[in-house]
């Protein structure tokens, strides 16, 4: 059915997001800019913090410089050290995915690699992904554009239209399929209330799974199936 796994990590791998936009909440009120958690979930949520800056600027009066990115991910990076843990049942799926798919699966993040490795180290999954990890920082276009995506793909050396994507964010799942993948949605409880099935699948995720156990179920299944 497909040929590889192309992962998102911000909440797919690990239960990130709400460290990070709790930092960046904090950090934003610091320059003035009075938002709300949910707020930022709207702005932020599947986006580089750097490709904001025009709104960052219009709700600030102030220039987003390197400066001040580097105190937030400094900020956040702390934060994450101490608090993050990895998404339930994401341990047995990744290891069930590996050895299926015969190590062709990759981390394609948005994030900038400092995090996503930090994360993966944190959470003892950078043994699946190490040398298959991909960020968005490091391409012509990050997400919703489908660079990270195309990379990860052409390092693996299967097709993009032969590759599983598994994301959580509309604008992830924008990126998958803008790549030519089949992308399936990951809907946590813990964010279920900050972004509907209806948008995933507006944006073109084609199942929506609401725990990874649900998700490994019905790849095995379907891995099973095919074989029969």
Known sequence: ?????????????????????????????????????DECVN??????????????????????????LTQFRDK???????????????HEFVEFVHQHFDSKIACASGADRIKVELQLNKVGLIKWFDGRIFSGHEMPKTKPAPDVYLA???????DPSCCLVIEDTPTGVQAGVSAGATVWAYLSNTNQQKIQAIELVEAGAQ??????????????????????
Request: charged content about 25%; aromatic content about 8%; overall charge neutral.
């Open 152 to 158: 990860a793909a052409k390092h693996l050396e299967v």
């Open 1 to 37: 059915m497909f040929k590889a796994v192309l992962f998102d990590c911000d909440g797919v791998l690990v239960d990130s997001e709400p460290i990070t936009l709790g930092v960046l909440v904090q950090c934003l009120n610091a320059e003035g800019w009075p938002l709300t958690f």
């Open 207 to 228: 199942k929506i799974f609401s725990s990874m156990q649900e998700m490994h179920s019905y790849l095995e299944k379907s891995a099973s199936d095919q074989l029969s």
């Open 43 to 68: 702005h932020f949520l599947g986006r580089a913090v750097k490709d904001q800056a025009a709104l960052f600027e219009s709700k600030t009066g102030k220039v987003l410089t390197e400066s001040w």
């Open 76 to 90: 956040r990076d702390k934060a994450l050290k101490a608090q993050l843990k990895a998404i339930p049942g994401i």
